[in-house]
Antibody, heavy 129, light 108 residues
Framework: EVQLVQSGAEVKKPGESLKISCQGS????????IAWVRQVPGKGPEWMGI????????RYSPSFQGQVIISADKSISTAYLQWSRLQASDTAIYYC??????????????????????WGQGTLVTVSS | EIVLTQSPATLSLSPGERATLSCRAS??????LAWYQQKPGQPPRLLIY???NRATGVPARFSGSGSGTDFTLTISSLEPEDFAVYYC??????????FGPGTKVDVK
């Protein structure tokens, strides 16, 4: 069974740093891009960025470039999202999501389908003074 | 950036009724469109991909149609568990994914 298990809820103060995690299991994790998605309660999801754990190639939404860092440790099938200085506006639920893969298309890095087939349970990040 | 708009914002229906949800893209996404269902306290769940393909385990009462800029998600006969928020998502220019603002289907 494919699972993406995220780290627990966090409460932080403005200016603090934070790193949250997403561990995959039940599939060959190095072959699937993992995205991070922000969702403010009551709003639609926003794509932040995506990483290929096999070589840590990361791509960012222009809205989040320079605001966060996405990384991965393929040895433990884990992707990370980190902030160096949180702001109150970062308060949201953060999901990791696996980009689906066309298994019949050769190189898995370029064989991704353009949707997310499995999601983590979400990590609530609250930033408040 | 390709912007998705969804209508209506809220759809009030009774169990057994047909639900028709719309998603419109600011420019053509060909058939590169997915639909997700989200219930309170849960992550989104993939329902439809490539505009009309049901994801694994999704009941046949869910169907998707459309191409280019106009897409529709239809639930043929609402079951109690279908009352939720539905989002469309596109990725015509990988890796730039965007989501719509959602349509809430609630009980009339």
């Amino acid at each position: 069974e494919v699972q993406l298990v995220q780290s627990g809820a966090e409460v932080k103060k403005p200016g603090e740093s934070l790193k949250i995690s997403c561990q995959g299991s039940g599939y060959t994790s190095i072959n699937y891009w993992i995205a991070w998605v922000r969702q403010v309660p009551g709003k639609g999801p926003e794509w932040m960025g995506i990483i290929y754990p096999g070589d840590s190639d990361a791509r960012y939404s222009p809205s989040f470039q320079g605001q966060v860092i996405i990384s991965a440790d393929k040895s433990i099938s884990t992707a990370y999202l980190q902030w160096s200085r949180l702001q109150a506006s970062d308060t949201a639920i953060y999901y990791c999501a696996r980009q689906d893969l066309d298994l019949g298309r050769g190189d898995p890095k370029t064989a991704g389908k353009h949707h997310f087939d499995h999601w983590g349970q979400g990590t609530l990040v609250t930033v408040s003074s | 950036e390709i912007v998705l708009t969804q209508s209506p914002a809220t759809l009030s229906l009774s169990p057994g009724e047909r639900a028709t949800l719309s998603c419109r893209a600011s420019q053509s996404v060909t058939n590169d469109l997915a639909w997700y269902q989200q219930k309170p306290g849960q992550p989104p769940r993939l329902l439809i991909y490539d505009a009309s393909n049901r994801a694994t385990g999704v009941p046949a009462r869910f169907s998707g149609s459309g191409s280019g800029t106009d897409f529709t998600l239809t639930i043929s006969s609402l079951e109690p568990e279908d009352f939720a928020v539905y989002y469309c998502q596109q990725c015509r220019n990988w890796p730039f994914f965007t989501f719509g603002p959602g349509t809430k289907v609630d009980v009339k």
